[in-house]
């Protein structure tokens, strides 16, 4: 069995990726970048969503820098929307915590399935965007 909310159809990613620097756009594309980096696959058996954070973070330490700079770019679209300094501090702080966890070998490949720090970041965004841009909200069905 598995859950369709979690598959990914190319087409629709695409579409979803828009281009401009209105928060429609952010909105549209960190929830797009947030899904495939923590649940863009379904582990067969646990019925556990992966993504291509804990997929690269297999690789010992470039594996963890690479999935740091693919979290890294949630940071930089929150930084363009204006958040705040104390907001992006705790944005860098996941990603740094979960780039930290990673180095730790067995350990940092476990710990991306409980931690997921661009889940986490995109929640911060989110909040913001809905406080400051309430017409970019959108309902899940």
């Not at 549209?28 to 899904?35: D, H, P, Q, S, T």
């Not at 180095?103 to 931690?115: E, I, Q, R, T, Y």
């Amino acid at each position: 069995m598995t859950n369709n909310a979690t598959r990914i159809d190319p087409a629709t990613l695409a579409s979803s990726l828009a281009i401009g620097q209105d928060p429609a756009s952010v909105r549209a594309r960190v929830e797009a970048l947030e899904r495939i980096l923590e649940r863009a696959f379904m582990v067969p058996g646990i019925n556990r969503p992966i993504g291509l954070d804990a997929i690269v973070g297999l690789i010992p330490v470039v594996g963890d820098l690479i999935g740091a700079l693919m979290g890294s770019w949630l940071v930089w679209e929150a930084r363009n929307l204006g958040m705040s300094k104390f907001q992006l501090a705790r944005m860098m702080g996941n990603v740094g915590f979960d780039a930290a966890l990673g180095l730790v070998p067995f350990v940092g490949d476990a710990a991306d399935f409980m931690f997921r720090s661009n889940t986490r970041n995109l929640r911060i965004i989110k909040r913001h965007l809905d406080k400051h841009h309430p017409s970019t909200v959108t309902l899940a069905g």
